[in-house]
């Protein structure tokens, strides 16, 4: 069955980095456009950013020039590259594909 695994959260200061990763099992990955959202406390779930099977990425205004996603064939994994972290973006980070998502994972941007 498909699976969506999420890695790489946690805590970080303000202006920090983290690599979340998606290893991906039980699909065809290359042909399929990945996702990632996140869910803040007390808010709907956003989209973040996606890439499609061609490698054509887009992003939520909120993380343009921040982000950035990425994908490995051979690995059958999504990444999502977050620079220049803020308190705003602590949230539970989602990896998506179709009607599939992952658990989620915590982000913390804190001081």
């Known amino acids: 069955q498909v699976q969506l695994v999420e890695s790489g959260g946690g805590l970080v200061q303000p202006g920090g980095s983290l690599r979340l990763s998606c290893a991906a099992s039980?699909?065809?990955?290359?042909?399929?456009?990945m996702g990632w959202y996140r869910q803040a406390p007390g808010k709907q779930r956003e989209w973040v950013a996606t890439i499609g099977s061609g490698g054509i990425k887009d992003y939520a205004d909120s993380v343009k020039g921040r982000f950035t996603i990425s994908r490995d064939v051979a690995k059958n994994t999504v990444y999502l590259q977050m620079n220049s972290l803020k308190p705003e973006d602590t949230a539970v980070y989602y990896c998506q594909t179709a009607n599939y998502w992952g658990v989620g994972i915590q982000v913390t941007v804190s001081s």
């Open positions: 039980g699909f065809t990955f290359s042909i399929y456009t």
